[in-house]
C-alpha cells in the first residue's frame, strides 16, 4: 500500500462548528505531516510528528489541535475556525529518519478541501 | 528563514513548446526535490538531486542541481496538456522540514 488516505475530500464548516480531518497511511511511516494550501500557492507547513510525537508546530492557532493516535493516523481537529481557514488541508507520510540523500521524500494524500462559512 | 525562489510564476504555452522553470535560493542545501501537483491532488515527487552539477532525465523532463547546490531548473521537452499543473521544488531545512518554493503554475494548452 503506497497510498496516504484522507478524510473527508470536502468539509464545510461554520465557524462555531467542531470537525476532523483525518489520514491515513499503511507504509509503514514514522513521520506524519499537516500543510494547508491556499489556491495557486504553495503547500505551507503546519505540523511534523515523529514517532507519533509532535516534533514541529509551525506557529499554528490553536483553533487547529493534531493528534496521532498511532503510527498509521493522524487527525486534525477544527474548532472555531475564521473563513480565512478555508483551504486545502494536505496530510503527508515519510520515513521519519532523514535519508544519506538528505530531506526525506513526502507521499501526499489529495487532500481535504475546507470551506469555513 | 530559508527561501526557494521559483521563476516564472505562471506560464501559459502551447502544446510541443519548450520550457524551462527555475529554482533559487542563497542557501546551500545536501539535496533538492521536484514534485508536480495536479488540480484536485496532492504534489507527487518527480525527483530528486543530490549532488552539485547532477541532471537527471525523465523522459521529456530534464532537472539540473546547480554545482554549489543553491539552485536548480527543470526543462520541459514538447510540452504536453497532461504536463500542466503547479510544479514545486522543495529542499530540507531541520530533520522533517521540508519547505516549498513558491511554485509555477503551468498551462498547457492544446
Known amino acids: 500500500d503506497t497510498e496516504v488516505t484522507q478524510t473527508p475530500k470536502h468539509l464545510v464548516m461554520g465557524m462555531t462548528n467542531k470537525k476532523s480531518l483525518k489520514c491515513e497511511q499503511h507504509?509503514?511511516?514514522?513521520?506524519m505531516y499537516w500543510y494547508k494550501q491556499k489556491a495557486k500557492k504553495p503547500p505551507e507547513l503546519m505540523f511534523v510528528?515523529?514517532?507519533?510525537?509532535?516534533?514541529i508546530n509551525e506557529s499554528v492557532p490553536s483553533r487547529f489541535s493534531p493528534e496521532c493516535p498511532n503510527s498509521s493516523l493522524l487527525n486534525l481537529h477544527l474548532h472555531a475556525l475564521q473563513p480565512e481557514d478555508s483551504a486545502l488541508y494536505l496530510c503527508?507520510?515519510?520515513?521519519?529518519?532523514?535519508?544519506?540523500?538528505?530531506?526525506?521524500?513526502?507521499?501526499f494524500g489529495a487532500g481535504s478541501r475546507l470551506t469555513v462559512l | 528563514t530559508q527561501l526557494l525562489e521559483q521563476s516564472p510564476q505562471f506560464l501559459s504555452i502551447q502544446e510541443g513548446e519548450n520550457l524551462t522553470v527555475y529554482c533559487n535560493s542563497s542557501?546551500?542545501?545536501?539535496?533538492l526535490q521536484w514534485y508536480r501537483q495536479e488540480p484536485g491532488e496532492g504534489p507527487v515527487l518527480l525527483v530528486t538531486?543530490?549532488?552539485?552539477?547532477e541532471v537527471k532525465k525523465l523522459k521529456r523532463l530534464t532537472f539540473q542541481f546547480g554545482d554549489a547546490r543553491k539552485d536548480s531548473s527543470l526543462h520541459i521537452t514538447a510540452a504536453q496538456p497532461g504536463d500542466t499543473g503547479l510544479y514545486l521544488c522543495?529542499?530540507?531545512?531541520?530533520?522533517?522540514?521540508?519547505?516549498f518554493g513558491t511554485g509555477t503554475l503551468l498551462a498547457v494548452q492544446p
Open positions: 538531486v543530490v549532488t552539485g552539477g
Open positions: 503527508a507520510s515519510s520515513h521519519a529518519r532523514q535519508g544519506l540523500s538528505g530531506a526525506n521524500v513526502l507521499t
Open positions: 522543495a529542499a530540507g531545512g531541520a530533520t522533517n522540514k521540508l519547505i
Open positions: 510528528y515523529s514517532y507519533e510525537k509532535l516534533s
Open positions: 507504509m509503514g511511516h514514522r513521520a
Open positions: 542557501s546551500v542545501f545536501s539535496s
